[in-house]
Every structure is written in C-alpha cells, then in structure tokens.
C-alpha cells in the first residue's frame, strides 16, 4: 500500500525537475494522442464510407455492357426487353430501372454549356433516391407521352439561371427545346459508379432515341429486396444477362458491397499502420522515462540512503520511484489523450460533404490505461535499482 507520505516525496522530486519531467511526458503524450488518433479515424471514415452508400442503397446492384470490339452489334447492348424481363425472372429484385447518358451542348439564357443528358425509364429516381429540391420529378405522364420536360442538377440550375427560378424555363439541348420541371440532386455518390455528372439534364428515356436512332441502356439497376440478398441478385442478373445475348458479349454486374470491402480494407492498413506507430512512439516514451529515472537514481544516491537511514523500507523507495514513473506517463496520457479528442472536433468543421467525427471512449480508456502500463513497466528497473541500494553505501556517495 502506498502511504501518502511516499505519494509526497514523489509529487516534490516531480516539482523540483519540471522540464526534466516534462520531457518524459513528451514520447507518451505524442504516443497516446496516436491511439485516440488512429481509432477516431478508421470509425470515422468506416461510419462516412457505409453512410454514402447506405445514402445510395446498400442493395443496389448494376449492370453494363462492356464493348469487346470496336464496332459491336446492336444486339449486344442491354434494351429495355431486358429490363422488362428482370423483375419476372429474378423474384429477389424488387425495383429495376435504366439510364442512357450522352454528352451534349445545353443553350439557354445566351449561354451554351457541355452537359450530360441521362434519359431515365420509370423508378430511376426511387432506385437511385434522388431528392427533388425545387418543382417535381418525371411523372407516368411525361415518360409515356414522350414529354420534352427536363429536371436540372443545382449546379448546373445554378450556372443557366444564376438569378431565376429555373422552373418554368426552357433550355435547348442539341435540336430538342426542353421545359424546366425540377431541380434536383443525389442523396449520395455510388463513387463514379454514376452516370449523373455535376451538369446533367435528366429527360425520359424515350427522348434518347432523337439523338441516337435507337433505343439501348447503358446502365440497369437493379434494387434487391434485402442486402443479404445482393450477392445472389448479382449472380442471377448476370446470368439472365448473358442468357438473352449472344455468347461473346460482355456484362460487368456489380454492386456497392465490393467498395464497402475496399474501403474497410483501407481503414483497417491505416488503423494498423497509425497503431505501429504509436507503439513505437510509446516505447520511445517508456525508454526516455527509464533513462531518465536511472540518471534521477544517481543523483539522488545519497536522498535514498538517508531515507533508508531513518527508516524507510524497500518497499517504500520502490514504490516512490514507481509512483514517479506511472505520474509522469499519467500526465503524459492525459496531455495526449486531450490532443486527439482536440484536433478532431476542431478539424471537424472543415471536413469534405458529411464526414462526422466518431470517438471510441473506449479508446481513450486503453489508450490511458496502456501509458500507465508503460510508466510501470520501464519505472520498474529503476525502482528497483533504488530499492537495493545500501544505506551505508549510498549516504558516502559524492
């Protein structure tokens, strides 16, 4: 049992060595700030990275056709016969939708601008959960009638009419004149798996046909029922896929579980990468605490014989130096622990889109507890050094 005698005689050899002592506290607080640091990152990038895709739906699954010469035959490309087919033939999908996007010119207002027009069949903004900000979405109506009404993105809404509402406006986009119904945005990125750019002018899908001649999709989704059902829908879509086409075409069927993947991937060789060097950095830390409470040893010969002199125990001595060690990598846990909450909650601010910082309180107790070990652990030689010092020995030491 420490006596708080000996709990004294610690606080005041710390007192009369502060920048001795404030340097050892340097290697554990940098160490222990690392632990916090490198738990608050990886949930703070896993919790960002499963929120975008959560955003755009988990149980998403997408298909492509991947050309495999320079001039394939219209056959190869998905139609809308193969979204037609889909909810049929694989009883796990729940929505399916298709998109073909081509770059063209938009003019409007005098201004010409390069834009992506996306034609969309019907559910494409249920499937993809885009948010209408202003005036309504694609309606049965407008996809049957073949309607010339257009939906914005906000920024391209935001560079024709810097000024204006857009609704109700017109745009003219190659040799097709366009009503302004809506502006809109995506709740999340399917990270450049999109084929929605930031200028990009959503029509019917039908309209496509009046640039093109004919009538394919470049992308279909395809929404599961369940996420644990992603796997299986993406094997059977692939299946019917190829089943409907000839033998040498190519479909690339994939879905968001495989960036998830990625992504956890890159969080846990970052966690371990940040974690390394805390160890490292705490090691450094408890080595520069033992070298230091060696040389306080020396200096302080003839201090510990007196105390032996006059009574004091092994135990006592050991305990004292022990006391000292475990204060000074205490502090230096707490200092470090106070950066690493600290530098996330004021970089939280000018962080990218929706990324939230995410603590682990149970980080900052192990990362505690582990410098306290540490004070422990390179103290001890040096306690004990002190602690076997004879009396006589020590009160002649000059």
């Known amino acids: 049992m420490i006596s708080p005698g000996t709990f004294m005689e610690a606080m005041r050899a710390l007192r009369a060595s502060k920048l001795r002592s404030l340097l050892s506290t340097l ?53 809308p016969a193969d979204l037609r087919v889909i909810l049929p033939a694989v009883p796990l999908v729940t929505r399916v939708a298709g998109s073909y996007a081509l770059h063209l010119v938009v003019a ?35 996809i049957e009638s073949h309607g010339k009404v257009c939906l914005l993105t906000e920024h391209l809404a935001k560079r024709l009419f810097p000024a204006d509402d857009p609704v109700g406006r017109t745009i003219r986009v190659g040799e097709l004149v366009f009503g302004v119904i809506g502006v809109f945005r995506e709740r999340g990125s399917t990270f450049g798996e999109t084929d929605i750019q930031r200028d990009s002018v959503l029509v019917p899908f039908s309209l496509t046909k009046n640039y093109t001649g004919f009538e394919v999709l470049l992308i279909i989704y395809a929404q599961a029922d369940r996420a644990e059902d992603v796997p299986l829908v993406t094997r059977e879509l692939g299946e019917l896929l190829r089943s409907r086409h000839r033998a040498g075409a190519k479909y690339n069927v994939q879905n968001l579980t495989s960036i998830l993947d990625a992504a956890r991937k890159i969080s846990f060789a970052l966690s371990i990468v940040l974690l390394v060097i805390g160890l490292i950095t705490l090691t450094i830390g408890g080595v520069n605490i033992m070298n230091i409470m060696l040389v306080t040893v020396t ?73 306290c070990m540490v004070g422990i652990v390179f103290g001890y030689l040096p306690a004990d050094r002190a602690a076997k010092l004879e009396p006589t020995e020590a009160l002649r030491h000059e």
Request: hydrophobic share 50%; glycine share 10%.
């Open 27 to 79: 290697g554990v607080a940098i160490g222990s700030a690392c632990v916090v640091l490198v738990v608050t990152i990886s949930l703070s990038a896993k919790s960002y990275i499963t929120g975008l895709i959560e955003a755009v739906g988990s149980n998403l699954v997408y298909a492509e056709y991947i050309p495999g010469e320079a001039r394939p035959p219209l056959s190869d490309f998905l139609s």
């Open 108 to 142: 409007a207002g005098g201004a010409e601008l390069p834009v992506t027009l996306v034609g969309v069949t019907d559910g494409f903004q249920e499937i993809r959960r885009l948010i209408v900000l202003r005036g309504r979405y694609l309606d049965e109506g407008d």
């Open 299 to 371: 200096e302080r010969t003839r201090e510990i014989g007196l105390r032996k002199a006059v009574g004091a125990r092994r135990l006592d001595i050991r305990y004292q130096f022990l006391l000292e060690a475990v204060m000074i990598s205490s502090i230096g846990a707490l200092a470090g622990i106070f950066v690493g909450v600290a530098i996330p909650i004021l970089a939280e601010p000018f962080l990218p889109g929706d990324l939230r910082v995410r603590f682990a309180w149970l980080s900052i107790l192990i990362a505690f507890v582990v410098c």
